[in-house]
């Protein structure tokens, strides 16, 4: 059905991209802008309790719709005494969808006496369903979000990459505990996540952890796709340790140390190298068959690169051969699989990769969909300079975790605010979207903040964070909690700059975080995400005011973390302590700890 009016109108207002909230929760000061509306709309108190919640179902059906009203009523069920129903009349929400918005899209309006969210696909209503919680208030009764408008993602890849290894909470978590996460972070926008098989700890197929790894990568997939949110995995020419040492690939240059040389890569211009790699890519996705491959993720060095003279240039010449061969193999199993070309350490030392790319791009080379840029420090600035080769979007990955913390969230979460404003500052004119580098779940905050520059580059990682804050911890703590994450990211900077930390801000830290405590709804103390800020600011005083990490408190607190990571105390994982807190009792029975 067409709407020849209403669509102009839709698309002008759509290019205007407007969300406007009023009064969102800022302060948790109460509502100036809304005031109207939440007397008209919030659920009424003086009823029974729990009180009711009634929201219409008006899109067709389908199961990522069933799942949001799913996530919905359980958010809104664990905020507040409330009992969401689905309902034909009287309906205070209504969840729709209207193809006349971009596919990942979403409006709030207003009609008869109900808030209506609508997504330009299930998808677009789901994100809807994201910001619709985060702006609702959960105070004395649910009030539902004062926002009106459309939103409309900027960036078309939104993705994170987990780093499943080392017995992180990746590997760790329950099943549970992962469809919840993705379902969370599918409600900040997230609408690609990628996984890995780690052939470069694996002997071969035969390899007794290949298969429990290959299920892990399965499951990523499957759980991910039934949110709407796109599989991604990684290939180079680093496969299995077992390899055949007549095919390896002659060792990288590598001057400035920063290219890598794990694993044992295969030099592609090798005949049989190269049957392998097909026979081994081939193997993999036949082994992704059912569950679904939407995006393959090329990376030249690290694990990979082969400096031979029929390979080198490695990243204009034998790594863009291989990647257009392992793509079209890709696409006979997966015929809509889009590709990610990753650029990361080109040029590093300068050999002319990042325009060789360029020239073999402009000579029609149409399998790649996508740039990949970054580096350890600077962003590459070849991209932002002179362009991106092919003329298409540039997505970068960004490396959330492990900076200014050791072990990676040891201590608890890791808020960076300032330090990814900063970088998104300097790329955001260019990057699209991209895979954040992320090593578990203490990283949250960093990945909401990133997700939203993404979604609108424009976005500050301080809005973000106040909507986090109100979503997560409840009302009237919000600056508080910003004040709190200022501290704690100054001690992280002055920490990794070695750097004497401010012993009076950290205590500051603390005290803030055991009066916001005391203050916080139910809810919000049971909360991980206030439990790993919480036991940081702890973590921290005993760290570097006057406390230790031998105190009974200390230890307490890294304990806490233990479980909420699902740590080891003993493993036999001889990486595990790089993301388990630093508990003296704490065993590696590999003896390398
Ligand atoms: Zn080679």
Redesign the pocket.
Same mark, same amino acid.
Request: some cysteine; aromatic content about 10%.
């Given at each position: 059905m067409n709407f020849p009016v209403g669509s102009q109108m839709l698309d002008a207002h759509s290019r205007r991209m407007f969300l406007k909230c009023a009064g969102v929760a800022a302060v948790g000061a109460g509502l100036p802008g809304c005031v109207a509306t939440h007397q008209q709309s919030a659920v009424q108190p003086g009823g029974t309790t729990p009180r009711e919640v009634r929201v219409k179902i008006a899109a067709p059906a389908d199961p990522l719709v069933a799942r949001t009203f799913a996530i919905l009523k359980d958010r809104i069920e664990q905020r507040c005494a409330a009992n969401v129903m689905e309902a034909q009349d009287r309906a205070q929400i209504i969840l729709t969808v209207d193809d006349r918005l971009a596919p990942e899209a979403f409006r709030f309006d207003r009609t008869g006496g109900a808030v209506r969210v609508s997504g330009g696909s299930p998808r677009g209503l789901l994100y809807g369903i994201g910001k619709f919680l985060r702006t609702s208030r959960y105070d004395a009764a649910f009030q539902p979000s004062a926002c009106r408008g459309i939103s409309k993602p900027h960036g078309s890849l939104r993705g994170m990459y987990f780093a499943s290894h080392f017995h992180n909470w990746y590997v760790q978590a329950s099943d549970a505990e992962i469809a919840r996460y993705l379902e969370d972070l599918a409600l900040w926008g997230v609408n690609a996540v990628m996984v890995i098989f780690p052939m470069i700890n694996l002997q071969d197929w035969n390899d007794p952890e290949a298969a429990p790894a290959m299920d892990m990568v399965r499951k990523y997939a499957r759980t991910a796709r039934a949110l709407g949110i796109e599989f991604a995995t990684g290939i180079n020419n680093t496969m299995f340790i077992g390899a055949p040492a007549n095919i390896r #690939?002659?060792r990288l240059p590598d001057p400035t140390g920063r290219r890598g040389n794990s694993g044992h890569p295969i !030099?592609?211009?090798?005949p049989e190298?190269h049957a392998y790699l097909m026979e081994n890519a081939r193997q993999l996705y036949a082994k992704l068959a059912d569950v679904g491959l939407d995006i393959l993720v090329h990376w030249p060095y690290d694990e990979g690169g !082969? #400096? !031979?003279? +029929? !390979? +080198?240039p490695?990243g204009s010449n034998?790594y863009l051969k291989l990647s257009r061969d392992l793509t079209r193999l890709g696409q006979s199993y997966f015929p809509k699989m889009k590709t990610v070309l990753s650029t990361w350490m080109f040029d590093t030392p300068p050999e002319g990769e990042w325009q060789g790319l360029t020239d073999a791009l402009a000579k029609g080379e149409h399998w790649v969909d996508f740039i990949l840029a970054d580096a350890h420090e600077d962003f590459p600035r070849y991209p932002l300079d002179v362009g991106v080769p092919g003329k298409l979007p540039l997505l970068n990955f960004p490396e959330i975790s492990m900076w200014g913390n050791w072990p990676w969230g040891g201590f608890g979460a890791n808020p960076l605010p300032a330090r990814f404003q900063r970088l998104w500052d300097q790329v955001k004119q260019s990057v699209r979207g991209g895979f954040p580098y992320s090593e578990g779940i203490y990283e949250d905050m960093n990945k909401a903040a990133v997700v939203q520059f993404y979604w609108d580059p424009n976005r500050t990682a301080r809005a973000t964070l106040e909507e986090y804050i109100a979503y997560e911890f409840g009302p009237g703590v919000t600056n508080d909690v910003l004040a709190i994450i200022d501290l704690l990211e100054a001690t992280a900077s002055n920490s990794y700059r070695k750097k004497p930390v401010d012993q009076e801000a950290v205590l500051r830290a603390y005290y803030h975080a055991e009066a916001v405590a005391a203050r916080l709804p139910d809810y919000a103390q049971r909360n991980w995400r206030w439990e790993i800020l919480h036991l940081r600011a702890v973590l921290d005083r005993e760290r570097f005011a006057g406390g230790s990490l031998d105190s009974p408190t200390a230890e307490a607190a890294m304990l806490r973390l233990v479980e909420i990571y699902h740590c080891q105390i003993e493993t036999d994982d001889p990486y595990h302590h790089r993301v388990r807190p630093p508990l003296r009792r704490a065993v590696n029975r590999a003896g390398k700890k």
């Amino acid at each position: 059905m067409n709407f020849p009016v209403g669509s102009q109108m839709l698309d002008a207002h759509s290019r205007r991209m407007f969300l406007k909230c009023a009064g969102v929760a800022a302060v948790g000061a109460g509502l100036p802008g809304c005031v109207a509306t939440h007397q008209q709309s919030a659920v009424q108190p003086g009823g029974t309790t729990p009180r009711e919640v009634r929201v219409k179902i008006a899109a067709p059906a389908d199961p990522l719709v069933a799942r949001t009203f799913a996530i919905l009523k359980d958010r809104i069920e664990q905020r507040c005494a409330a009992n969401v129903m689905e309902a034909q009349d009287r309906a205070q929400i209504i969840l729709t969808v209207d193809d006349r918005l971009a596919p990942e899209a979403f409006r709030f309006d207003r009609t008869g006496g109900a808030v209506r969210v609508s997504g330009g696909s299930p998808r677009g209503l789901l994100y809807g369903i994201g910001k619709f919680l985060r702006t609702s208030r959960y105070d004395a009764a649910f009030q539902p979000s004062a926002c009106r408008g459309i939103s409309k993602p900027h960036g078309s890849l939104r993705g994170m990459y987990f780093a499943s290894h080392f017995h992180n909470w990746y590997v760790q978590a329950s099943d549970a505990e992962i469809a919840r996460y993705l379902e969370d972070l599918a409600l900040w926008g997230v609408n690609a996540v990628m996984v890995i098989f780690p052939m470069i700890n694996l002997q071969d197929w035969n390899d007794p952890e290949a298969a429990p790894a290959m299920d892990m990568v399965r499951k990523y997939a499957r759980t991910a796709r039934a949110l709407g949110i796109e599989f991604a995995t990684g290939i180079n020419n680093t496969m299995f340790i077992g390899a055949p040492a007549n095919i390896r #690939a002659k060792r990288l240059p590598d001057p400035t140390g920063r290219r890598g040389n794990s694993g044992h890569p295969i !030099c592609p211009s090798n005949p049989e190298g190269h049957a392998y790699l097909m026979e081994n890519a081939r193997q993999l996705y036949a082994k992704l068959a059912d569950v679904g491959l939407d995006i393959l993720v090329h990376w030249p060095y690290d694990e990979g690169g !082969c #400096a !031979c003279e +029929q !390979c +080198q240039p490695w990243g204009s010449n034998g790594y863009l051969k291989l990647s257009r061969d392992l793509t079209r193999l890709g696409q006979s199993y997966f015929p809509k699989m889009k590709t990610v070309l990753s650029t990361w350490m080109f040029d590093t030392p300068p050999e002319g990769e990042w325009q060789g790319l360029t020239d073999a791009l402009a000579k029609g080379e149409h399998w790649v969909d996508f740039i990949l840029a970054d580096a350890h420090e600077d962003f590459p600035r070849y991209p932002l300079d002179v362009g991106v080769p092919g003329k298409l979007p540039l997505l970068n990955f960004p490396e959330i975790s492990m900076w200014g913390n050791w072990p990676w969230g040891g201590f608890g979460a890791n808020p960076l605010p300032a330090r990814f404003q900063r970088l998104w500052d300097q790329v955001k004119q260019s990057v699209r979207g991209g895979f954040p580098y992320s090593e578990g779940i203490y990283e949250d905050m960093n990945k909401a903040a990133v997700v939203q520059f993404y979604w609108d580059p424009n976005r500050t990682a301080r809005a973000t964070l106040e909507e986090y804050i109100a979503y997560e911890f409840g009302p009237g703590v919000t600056n508080d909690v910003l004040a709190i994450i200022d501290l704690l990211e100054a001690t992280a900077s002055n920490s990794y700059r070695k750097k004497p930390v401010d012993q009076e801000a950290v205590l500051r830290a603390y005290y803030h975080a055991e009066a916001v405590a005391a203050r916080l709804p139910d809810y919000a103390q049971r909360n991980w995400r206030w439990e790993i800020l919480h036991l940081r600011a702890v973590l921290d005083r005993e760290r570097f005011a006057g406390g230790s990490l031998d105190s009974p408190t200390a230890e307490a607190a890294m304990l806490r973390l233990v479980e909420i990571y699902h740590c080891q105390i003993e493993t036999d994982d001889p990486y595990h302590h790089r993301v388990r807190p630093p508990l003296r009792r704490a065993v590696n029975r590999a003896g390398k700890k």
